[in-house]
């Protein structure tokens, strides 16, 4: 990190491109990180839209984006990524426009797309070595449509589609590593309460040609069952607890870009959601809290 | 100009190569695959220079990049077939809507259950209230033509939207006939290469394209749009084919009519199996029954007027539908019925037929049933109930296939 723009805070971008007032609920984490990711990539992008939340940023005849905005399907927003793509790279090619005209390829997506019905077209872009940014706004469950349990679901959670006393018996799905296997020019996971880190990847991002993942847990206020006002401490405790890690692959290697050394018990991040409140009332399931707290230890001794 | 014996596939690829064609996202399926075959070597071997192939993962996938890429201002071609065109459904209906014109080429083939690779008209038929426009050929010569007529009609400013032209697998796709292959500058005079009105993702013009409405209002707004897009291009059709045949001498009209103004009942069909229809006119024509043919081109916009003034003051209409919406019957039929209904002249009976489906033959003898039983409801003034086209030789074959197959069964039953 020793060559990026972004040493402190004072360093963020203090102009913000993407415009206020949009249909995102109040505190949104995924909409904190739009926020970061328009400001440094600047106006010159097309976000390419798969179904969900953030598609409701474009609503006829508005939108908050400087830039251009092309909305596809739930499952193919990485196809339409391609399309345009390669019709800038055939006109500029072509001289039939200046590469002054030139966009940077956004794919923004929910997870619900992007761990399920979207991964088959995902897979596909970056084998391909489509030349993208691949935005995820990850709440954890199909938030637009009242929070069901997604791929993305963290085990016990509860969700509108998983009301039991032991909620959601799946386990998340790991789409970092998935694309890591892929070999991609960058992949990384950030989170919005923390904006330095955050910014720092989406630099790394911008420098790269190639598919590049930006993989952003999102606080849901909506879905997850707590104070819109707490978003940002629900993320910074989803860091220090070591559930969300952030990671970035590079170059064939994966590095922590921060390791919560002093880690604190999950129940601090747990605690403070609905979606978790059948952990701890009106009996503490002692056994369920354990086992999460023993899956984020496991994960931090593996990774040394 | 040169002519040289065409695969319908390898007239596509003609097609496209001539229109000069930008960019083609594609995904190989039975019987289409030869067509993008055709156009990789071109690009291959250099003889298709700017041209860009991409394979992508799924037809769903294969549309979405065809609409993003001609949203963006390239020219697009790409093909499919059958459970393609299905599997890509959500975005042949998406894609009408974000008005970016480029040409599809289906190559139509029964649809599943039971699976199969022969033709019928199902697989297209279910585009049909997409927002596509849609033309069917039915000779090699035709397959090429109209693609260089969808491209200048999907491009033309009142339309601005996708086109589907259809050809029948196999007895078009794998079938050689003689075509005419245009010189390439006369091709430009025609149709110019792409097409600066299509451009609209640039970094200093900013655009929002398929934004979510709220609202029925502003969604019917968008619909109603689209559709009377569809309806400005029977027009601009006419305009295009006009120009078309002032190029190259040969004419496509909407609709094709054959031997049949002095005709007083008419086959009314689709496809390559309209000339298997023409031999049958010309045999009946023969032993003087006054009949002829009558084949939409075009359907969507549907020709109306043109079917109309085509059809005025017959006596019947046999329709011949190589489909079967289920539990209703022949699509075309219910077509031509809405269009005709309550019109003035309009022919008394209109008999329905079922046939050609997954690639059933309709012989000739099929025809002369077809005309014999139209014709006596029509002296008779009734209409004759859906007839689903099958011979007795059929139903036996199938039977003994199924006792040939229990018998094993039982046999392997017995001796473990």
């Known amino acids: 990190m020793s060559d990026t723009r972004f040493r402190t805070v004072r360093d963020l971008p203090s102009t913000h491109v993407l415009g206020a007032g949009t249909a995102m609920c109040p505190g949104c984490g995924g909409l904190e990180v739009l926020h970061e990711v328009c400001d440094i990539l600047g106006p010159k992008t097309i976000v390419v839209n798969a179904a969900g939340c953030m598609t409701l940023l474009a609503i006829y005849p508005f939108t908050p984006f400087y830039g251009s905005w092309l909305y596809t399907s739930m499952a193919s927003a990485p196809a339409g990524a391609q399309g345009v793509r390669d019709a800038l790279d055939i006109l500029i090619g072509k001289g039939r426009i200046s590469p002054d005209e030139n966009l940077d390829v956004v794919v923004l997506t929910g997870d619900g797309a992007a761990y399920g019905m979207g991964l088959s077209a995902t897979s596909s872009a970056i ?10 706004y990850d709440n954890e469950g199909f938030g637009n449509t009242g929070q069901q349990y997604s791929e993305a679901t963290p085990h016990a959670a509860m969700t ?39 910014a ?65 018990p999950v129940e601090s991040y747990l605690s403070r959601q609905g979606r978790f409140s059948h952990l701890f009332g009106p009996v503490r399931n002692e056994s369920l809290i354990a086992e999460i707290q023993k899956g984020v230890d496991a994960y931090w001794e593996k990774a040394g | 100009m040169r002519r040289a014996l065409l695969t319908g596939n390898a007239a596509a690829a003609w097609g496209v190569r ?16 030869e067509i993008i075959e055709t156009l990789a070597g071109w690009i291959d071997s250099g003889e298709f220079r700017g041209c860009r192939m991409v394979t992508l993962e799924s037809e769903h996938s294969m549309l979405t990049a065809a609409g993003g890429a001609a949203a963006a201002g390239a020219r697009v071609f790409t093909a499919t077939s059958s459970q393609g065109l299905l599997y890509a459904m959500e975005m042949i209906y998406t894609i009408a809507g974000w008005r970016a014109p480029f040409v599809l080429v289906n190559v139509s083939r029964g649809v599943a259950t039971p699976i199969t690779l022969e033709p019928d008209h199902n697989d297209i038929l279910a585009a049909r209230d997409s927002g596509f426009l849609q033309i069917h050929c039915a000779t090699c010569q035709e397959v090429l033509d109209t693609i260089l007529i969808a491209y200048r009609l999907a491009e033309d400013e009142r339309v601005r939207l996708p086109v589907i032209v259809n050809l029948d697998g196999f007895y078009l796709s794998f079938t050689r006939e003689p075509v005419e292959i245009p010189d390439e500058d006369r091709v430009r005079r025609f149709l110019p290469s792409c097409c600066p009105g299509s451009i609209r993702f640039l970094a200093s013009r900013p655009l929002s394209e398929a934004a979510v409405v709220l609202g029925g209002s502003t969604y019917s707004y968008f619909r109603y749009e689209t559709h009377l897009a569809l309806m400005n291009a029977l027009g601009a059709y006419d305009e295009v084919s006009e120009a078309f045949t002032r190029e190259f001498g040969r004419t496509h009209d909407t609709v094709e009519a054959y031997r049949a103004q002095d005709a007083d009942l008419v086959f009314f069909m689709i496809g390559s199996f309209a000339t298997k229809a023409k031999d049958a006119v010309d045999r009946l024509r023969e032993i003087g029954k006054p009949v002829g043919l009558v084949r939409p081109r075009m359907l969507r916009p ?54 050609g489906l997954g690639g059933r033959d309709i012989p000739p003898e099929e025809f002369y049933e077809i005309e014999a039983v139209t014709r006596r409801a029509a002296d008779e003034g009734t209409t004759p109930p859906t007839r689903l086209l099958y011979t007795k030789d059929e139903l036996r074959d199938i039977r003994k296939l199924q006792a040939i197959a229990q018998a094993g069964q039982i046999k392997a039953k017995e001796e473990p």
């Open chain 1, 127 to 136: 084998e391909r070595g489509l030349d993208f940014i691949y935005l995820c």
């Open chain 1, 200 to 264: 720092r990847k989406i630099e790394k991002a911008k420098s790269l040609k190639g598919p590049r993942l930006l993989l952003a847990l999102a606080p849901c206020p909506t879905g997850w069952g707590y104070d819109p006002a707490d978003s940002v401490e629900i993320g910074k405790l989803a860091v220090r607890t070591g559930i969300w890690p952030l990671r970035e692959y590079l170059d064939g290697k994966i590095v922590h870009t921060h390791i919560p050394h002093q880690r604190l």
């Open chain 2, 302 to 355: 549907f020709p109306e007027e043109r079917i109309r003034t085509l059809l005025r003051g017959k006596k019947a209409v046999a329709v011949i539908d190589q489909n079967l919406s289920m539990g209703k019957g022949g699509v075309l039929h219910a077509e031509l019925a809405s269009a005709l209904y309550g019109q003035p002249g309009m022919p008394a009976t209109l008999a329905s037929f079922i046939g």
């Open chain 2, 18 to 33: 001539l229109s000069d064609a930008d960019y083609v996202p594609a995904f190989p399926i039975t019987p289409q695959t």
């Open chain 1, 160 to 198: 509108s589609t998983s009301r039991g006393p032991l909620g959601f018996p799946g386990h998340k799905k790991d789409l970092f590593s998935i694309w890591a296997a892929h070999r991609p020019a960058y992949a990384a996971t950030v989170i919005g309460s923390d904006p330095l880190d955050l």
